[in-house]
């Protein structure tokens, strides 16, 4: 059995400040690309991964990953989580959430039928994550103004 690769957290921390890629780490220090997100992580160095969990509770039909709604939500997550997402993409995701909770509806979801709107019965999964990500963006001190905001 092979001696364990050792990677430097000082070393591993300058060559990730000067861009390096996973696999240009991976090659210097003689490990897989995991190892490099291992060490990575031991070092503070990589960004905490994001849960959507609570915007998007159920387990997507792979060819629902991509549709409007499913991206809209993770926008809305990545947003509430303090992450980074393009102003459009924010505006996108905002109003299209406001028009739903403007029209009494929410978003659901079925495997065999991929999202729908329903009227809303009971508490409002989308008017919540939509609160999440208003909240979050009001703390940053970037809270849309209501006209950014409203359903055209």
Request: avoid cysteine; proline fraction near 5%; charged fraction near 25%.
């Amino acid at each position: 059995m092979g001696r364990r690769a050792h990677v430097e957290r000082d070393e591993l921390r300058r060559l990730v400040a000067e861009g390096r890629s996973n696999a240009e780490l991976a090659a210097h220090f003689g490990v897989t690309e995991s190892g490099i997100l291992q060490a990575k992580r031991t070092a503070g160095l990589a960004k905490p991964m994001l849960d959507h969990r609570r915007a998007i509770p159920w387990k997507l039909n792979r060819v629902h990953n991509q549709t409007g709604p499913a991206t809209n939500l993770r926008n809305l997550s990545v947003i509430a989580q303090g992450g980074d997402v393009p102003p459009a993409k924010i505006n996108t995701a905002l109003r299209w959430a406001r028009r739903l909770v403007d029209g009494g509806l929410d978003v659901a979801y079925s495997p065999d039928d991929g999202f729908n709107e329903t009227p809303v019965a009971g508490a409002s999964h989308i008017e919540s994550v939509l609160n999440d990500a208003l909240e979050a963006l009001g703390k940053r001190g970037d809270a849309p103004s209501e006209e950014d905001v409203s359903a055209e």
